[in-house]
């Protein structure tokens, strides 16, 4: 949604006015005036890829762009990337002015085609200006005035690593659970969000948000450690002057050791001492018996972690990834 918003932006800034067409599953429509251009029971990529390639043979001049959504498992399917390698060649010969843009938090890409896409990952979790952008929109629609300096940040901030349905769903769910109040509620709204982001965790089976906390009390013999921690909380609460001051900002530890030993204690009290949350990262949970599947696990882990940052990333039982052979030895 936010992506067609900017593309639209970009058409009425461009020299060039562009034709913008949506293709999904039932078909292709053009997004400025509405109209179907095409349209069929189950339209494929397939079809899609043949329309355009006959239309720029008719005339190459053309300025569109089209759109592609819930059609990315027609990127498995040969005749299809024919199809596309034979239309970008044709584009590319011809000069025309004619974009394909997939839409897709996961998409198939050909080795033959790796050299016509640009793959962009900034696109799936919306950033801090566009959470904000949602939640003026859905004050608004309720009439909430929100008044309390650092309220809105302190919102968005909670809803960051969620999608903007999961937000929206999120806030339309508070404010009918708490009777359309929002004042006195500040803290209520949150905790809806909290459980929106714990549900979508548990969804995705990545990560695992942790809410105990735990404080110095609780870990003995690590004085170094918590000295060290304690130290270094000083920057990260206080991370744009450190930036500004070109500061190290600390990156993370390896702690080995027995069973019982306070790892687990030190990543919360780690958490609870910068004052962000924490994500719990089970490396068994990301191992896949297909060929590549735990890389793309692990990689779709960490991205979840980078939009939610700033956040501590509790990697447990680290050494699964690392299996053993038969003689117990690592394997290179």
């Not at 069929?40 to 001049?61: F, G, R, V, W």
């Not at 004052?275 to 490396?283: C, E, Q, T, Y």
Request: proline fraction near 2%.
């Amino acid at each position: 949604e936010h992506f067609i918003k900017i593309v639209h932006q970009y058409n009425e800034m461009a020299d060039k006015k562009y034709q913008i067409y949506q293709c999904t599953i039932d078909g292709l429509v053009n997004l400025q005036t509405g109209m179907v251009k095409e349209e069929a029971e189950q339209y494929t990529l397939k079809d899609a890829t043949k329309s355009i390639s006959e239309e720029l043979d008719e005339n190459p001049s053309r300025n569109e762009i089209y759109i592609f959504r819930t059609m990315e498992d027609g990127m498995k399917d040969t005749n299809t990337i024919s199809r596309i390698k034979i239309l970008a060649e044709k584009i590319r010969d011809t000069h025309a002015n004619v974009f394909l843009i997939f839409l897709a938090k996961d998409i198939y890409i050909d080795s033959t085609l790796e050299k016509d896409f640009y793959i962009d990952m900034n696109f799936y979790y919306p950033k801090i200006w566009q959470i904000k952008e949602v939640l003026n929109a859905f004050f608004e629609s309720k009439n909430i005035y929100i008044d309390q300096p650092f309220l809105l940040d302190d919102i968005a901030y909670n809803c960051k690593s969620l999608t903007t349905v999961e937000i929206r769903n999120a806030l339309e769910l508070a404010y009918v659970s708490l009777n359309r109040k929002f004042k006195g509620n500040e803290n209520k709204y949150l905790q809806f969000i909290q459980d929106a982001k714990k549900q979508s965790l548990r969804k995705s089976g990545l990560l695992e948000l942790i809410e105990e906390k735990s404080n110095v009390k609780d870990i003995g013999g690590l004085s170094e450690l918590t000295e060290w921690l304690e130290k270094k909380s000083t920057i990260i609460n206080n991370i744009s002057s450190a930036k500004r001051e070109h500061v190290d900002v600390p990156k993370g530890i390896l702690l080995v050791g027995m069973p019982g030993c306070g790892k687990s204690l030190c990543a919360k009290y780690t958490a609870s001492l910068f004052n962000v949350p924490l994500f719990r990262l089970d490396v068994g949970s990301l191992l896949d018996k297909y060929v590549g599947g735990s890389e793309h696990n692990f990689r779709d882990a960490l991205l979840l972690a980078e939009e939610a940052s700033p956040c501590v990333l509790w990697i447990d039982e680290m050494e699964k990834a690392f299996p053993n052979d038969s003689d117990g030895k690592n394997q290179s």
